[in-house]
């Protein structure tokens, strides 16, 4: 009989999955120059709670950003969320006025979240290999 193989965990350990995504935000930082976020990390509990799977991260007033590891489970889709939330971090806040006109907009229509949809469409150092699905 074949010896078993130790299977490899699929779901890696929270430290590891930080640690990936530490290694991974380094990476596009260097390749966003202007990109400011000041930290990075994943979605913490009451994030996961309240976001849900439905985002793939958030980035905060002050340039955190927080990413639903869930949603980063490969390294494409790690990189297209941070590139997403890191152009983020070059547009302007949006002011209480301005949310207040937008409240009808669907978030996915406002002009900050296409800037952050093309910027993820167009990062020129993802992976070889992956097809661009355009929609
Ligand atoms: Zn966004």
């Known amino acids: 009989m074949p010896e078993k193989k130790e299977k490899k965990s699929v779901n890696p350990s929270p430290e590891r999955e930080e640690d ?13 120059p202007d990109a ?3 930290k990075t990390r994943p979605y913490n509990a009451f994030e996961q709670y309240f976001m849900g799977d439905n985002t793939g991260g958030l980035t905060y007033p002050n340039n955190t950003v927080a ?3 869930n949603r980063a489970q490969n390294p494409d889709d790690m990189i297209d969320l941070l590139v997403h939330e890191y152009t983020h971090t070059k547009q302007k806040p949006r002011g209480l006025w301005q949310a207040y006109k ?3 907009i669907p978030v996915s229509q406002r002009p900050e979240e296409k800037e952050a949809e093309l910027a993820s469409l167009n990062y020129k ?4 290999g992956r097809d661009i699905q355009l929609r």
């Not at 990936?20 to 966003?32: D, P, S």
């Not at 150092?125 to 070889?128: F, L, W």
Request: proline share 8%; net charge positive; hydrophobic share 40%.
């Open 125 to 128: 150092y993802r992976p070889r």
């Open 36 to 38: 400011k976020p000041n």
């Open 67 to 69: 990413i639903n590891m």
């Open 102 to 104: 937008e409240r009808n």
């Open 20 to 32: 990936l995504l530490n290694r991974t935000a380094a990476g596009v930082m260097a390749r966003m």
